[in-house]
């Protein structure tokens, strides 16, 4: 038992990421905004898993996976600063937010692009079955292999399931890496909502 005990306090240790801050920037209002956020308006949040009190859900809907993807190093070449991405209000674009590493205090995190873009840069991922429990409308098992290129929604593939990895695959496209993990380009922990019968592994491809 104490071994175990021993083990498990390794393994939390591992895991045990402090997270970036991060800052979102109102840069563009139009309409009725339910919030009344305006132009200038900042919210910080501690981390991705921390959101601002009363912050508008709909817009953390859409940022969400943008947040989860600067927290782990994702980079966005089509940004004069690659560690920023702005996102659009999913209710008729009524506002735009820039999302921001900062650091402890408060100055934002900042790396220029190196040059111009060129375009998309689809990575390729595949989504393997890790572990199946229980019943499955899909019938995924385990060993199951999905690969899947850039963002492009897998054909056929569980439209819960992929909501609830969009964030990783998201965050991996752009060159994320997950520190906590025998392989940084992968995350072994994405889990099924429906009673968590699934788990996957998600891990981008090394380029040939």
Known sequence: ?????????????????????????????????????????????????????????????????????????????????????????PDGKKVEFLTELIDEEGHVISKPRSAQPSGPNPKTMEIEVKEASGKCFYNYKAGDKIEVKGLKTPEGFCGAAYHMMFPVLFALNFDAKFPFEENPNSLSTPTCPDGGHIVFKVTRKEEE
Do not use: W
């Not at 898993?49 to 809907?61: E, K, V």
């Open 1 to 89: 038992m104490d071994s175990k005990i021993s083990e498990l306090r390794k393994i939390v240790k591992k895991t045990r990421v402090k997270f970036p801050r991060l800052r979102l920037t109102v840069t563009k209002q139009e309409g009725y905004c339910y919030h009344f956020y305006k132009v200038g308006d900042q919210f910080i949040f501690e981390d991705f898993t921390h959101p601002s009190r009363d912050f508008c859900l709909g817009a953390i809907h859409s940022i969400f996976p943008c947040m989860y993807a600067l927290t782990f190093g994702a980079e966005f070449p089509f940004m004069e600063n690659v560690f920023s991405i702005r996102t659009t209000c």
